[in-house]
């Protein structure tokens, strides 16, 4: 009978996120992500929220945003929408890290800033489909998440332009970039850092 290996799927749980981003052109070394706002700003968000162990129900939806993106090249008003589909597959993820209470208090308000950017940069009708906005809206009277970052939800769903929306979240995302870690994900941050420059 064989084993899974947890040590793996955390390994595929990172590098889902990392596919599906760079397929999506929302990869830091891919200067198209500057074409999408928002979309870079939620990228930019949901890389910080990641946990260490992202559930197969998160990989695999990962997993369809990447295949979403590989699928770009066809026609622009069918590209349009493949894309919408996948930043709103990226959004239900980062709700349910937003939602995650084992999660730190600065990771749940990044993903609450991914999930707003991701699904503010789809139209209305894609996020009712979706039912991001009802996920989103049941986060509103959660205490253990910021007020700012909740304060955006509303913004959104008022219907306000992407540049309006982006100047809402920017602060949120910094302010939870630059709050503390808990010892040991900083730690791994450490680590991931160290790694990066041997």
């Known amino acids: 009978m064989e084993t899974e290996d947890p040590g793996n799927e955390r390994r595929q749980g990172g590098r889902a996120l990392d596919r599906a981003l760079d397929a999506l052109a929302l990869s830091p070394k891919r200067p198209s992500s500057r074409a999408f706002p928002l979309a870079s700003l939620g990228a930019r968000a949901i890389r910080f929220a990641a946990p260490r162990s992202p559930s197969r129900r998160d990989a695999a939806l990962l997993s369809s945003a990447e295949q979403l993106g590989r699928s770009l090249d066809r026609s622009a008003i069918e590209s349009s929408a493949l894309r919408e589909q996948a930043h709103l597959i990226l959004a239900l993820v980062s709700c349910h890290w937003a939602e995650d209470d084992e ?56 219907g306000v332009d992407v540049a309006s929306l982006a100047r809402s979240l920017e602060p949120a995302l910094e302010r939870a970039m630059a709050a503390p870690l808990p010892l040991a994900r900083a730690r791994g941050r450490t680590r991931r850092r160290g790694a990066k420059r041997s």
């Open 103 to 158: 999660l730190s208090h600065p990771s749940r308000d990044a993903a609450l800033v991914a999930a707003i950017a991701f699904a503010g940069s789809a139209s209305s009708n894609a996020r009712a489909a979706f039912a991001v906005e009802d996920r989103l809206i049941g986060l509103l009277n959660d205490r253990g998440l910021g007020d700012d970052a909740r304060a955006s939800i509303r913004t959104l769903v008022s």
